[in-house]
């Protein structure tokens, strides 16, 4: 049986080896880095695609999609916002009944944001700096005046869909307080 001095020296030796074996192999993944960014430079020097795009399977597109939580500046669960490269779709949370006829629905998110969006983008088109096939699309889906979802295409910029989100937020909690004040 060993005493208590060795295993405690054991102990030590076997951290100081383990200590040893991470630094190696950080180093190992330094060189990898290295290696594997020199490649991507060759592979993009002979092609005008990534080698992310080269190497995802043909014929298969992988999007990513974004999930926010669209919050009342008091914590509250209003919506949420599912987004990718293409389409935003915003869907009030369950429960939550939200009258499009209810101000400032239509006035503001519809009328001045989305309406104002796309404005701006048949300007574009008009001076031949936008493709009238990526002007800004929206649809307001609902179910006897209840809010469903509002789906955005071709929104293009990611500080669009701050803005679409950031104006929703702003919306939706005017229309319940002021469904609350008038209930």
């Not at 949420?80 to 998110?109: C, H, M, N, Q, S």
């Not at 789906?151 to 989100?165: D, L, M, P, S």
Request: without cysteine; aromatic residues 6%; charged residues 45%.
């Amino acid at each position: 049986m060993k005493s208590k001095d060795e295993k405690v020296k054991e102990l030590v030796e076997l951290r100081e080896y383990l200590k040893e074996e991470i630094e190696k192999r950080a180093r190992e993944v330094e060189r990898l880095k290295k290696l594997l960014s020199v490649l991507d430079e060759v592979i993009t020097g002979m092609s005008f695609k990534t080698a992310y795009e080269v190497s995802k399977p043909a014929g298969k597109e992988v999007k990513t999609r974004k999930k926010i939580i669209i919050r009342s500046r008091d914590g509250r669960e209003l919506a949420t916002a599912e987004y990718d490269d293409e389409l935003l779709i915003i869907r009030p949370r369950e429960g939550l009944k939200l009258d499009v006829k209810t101000p400032p629905f239509i006035p503001f998110l519809v009328n001045k944001v989305l309406l104002g969006m796309k404005v701006s983008d048949r300007k574009l088109v008009i001076e031949g700096k936008l493709d009238p096939s990526k002007v800004i699309d929206y649809e307001v889906e609902t179910d006897n005046d209840i809010l469903k979802e509002i789906r955005v295409k071709n929104y293009r910029e990611e500080g669009r869909v701050k803005r679409i989100i950031d104006a929703s937020r702003w919306t939706f909690e005017r229309m319940l307080a002021k469904s609350r004040r008038e209930g």
